[in-house]
């Protein structure tokens, strides 16, 4: 059996991941799907915590300025957040039904629901085998989930970030619109950066880059992937 090539990783999960082929919302599906696959990894011995976004129930930036309600970003982002807070939560209860302890860390105190996000006690829920669960982001508007999984993944010493996606890669233009759109199989962050790739935002990769920490972007959608990545199997993009 081949060994883990990363100790500690940080799952970066989109709210539209969740979604699976629904509109919006939820599938319970792909939340067990998901969930079969952390527990398998937290088997391997490799120390997983996971980023959700919220865009599945409510996208702050699409409901700011000239689109949608033209609400305060202040307003529209907590809103995001609270929505990563239900995914969070959701997430937990599968994880915890089919056997693997989880916390739930929030970055906006919700103390009857879930945990305050400080870092020694998740690295030690982490030591002891649980798997964390970031939610509510960085908890300031202006931030997105990706700028949250990146400063986690600093914080908590993760070896890299998996960024699971519906496409199996970082190419130059959007694949499900641009038929000869190029894949890429490794990138460095200042090409990310100058190119404006949609890999994460511009913050989330400069913190990458900063610090060293690697991003492997990959397709969520076939089973099995995220075991590849912690593999070290050539799957998707890597950013590093």
């Known amino acids: 059996m081949p060994k883990p090539v990363y100790k500690r990783v940080v799952l970066k999960l ?3 991941a969740l979604q699976g082929r629904q509109s919006h919302g939820i599938d319970l599906r792909v939340l067990e799907s998901i969930s079969r696959q952390v527990k398998e ?10 980023v959700l976004g919220g865009g599945n129930i409510f996208r702050g930036i699409e409901n700011t300025g000239s689109r949608g309600l ?3 970003r202040s307003v529209a982002d907590y809103m995001g957040m609270l929505a990563t807070i239900i995914n969070g939560l959701a997430l937990q209860a599968v994880l915890e039904k089919i056997g693997l302890p989880t916390r739930v860390m929030t970055a906006i105190e919700m103390q009857r629901i879930a945990e305050p996000y400080i870092r020694r006690r998740a690295i030690r829920h982490l030591e002891k085998g649980r798997a964390v669960i ?11 989930t990706d700028t949250a999984a990146a400063l986690r993944a600093v914080e908590i010493g993760a070896n890299v ?39 994460m935002d ?17 397709n ?7 075991k590849r990545a912690i593999l070290g199997e050539k799957i998707g993009t890597v950013v590093a």
């Open 41 to 50: 990894i937290r088997g391997l011995g490799v120390d997983i915590a996971i």
């Open 134 to 144: 970031f939610v509510a982001g960085t908890g300031n508007p202006y931030f997105t």
């Open 202 to 218: 511009a913050t989330a990769v400069s913190l990458c880059m900063d610090n060293n920490l690697p991003i492997v972007v990959f």
């Open 70 to 72: 033209d609400m305060d």
């Open 14 to 16: 989109s709210g539209e």
């Open 161 to 199: 970030i998996l960024k699971a996606t519906k496409v199996d890669g970082v190419y130059s233009a959007d694949p499900l619109k641009v038929k000869d759109a190029r894949k890429f199989s490794r990138l460095r962050y200042i090409d990310v950066l100058k190119k404006k790739l949609k890999v």
């Open 220 to 226: 969520l959608n076939e089973e099995g992937n995220i």
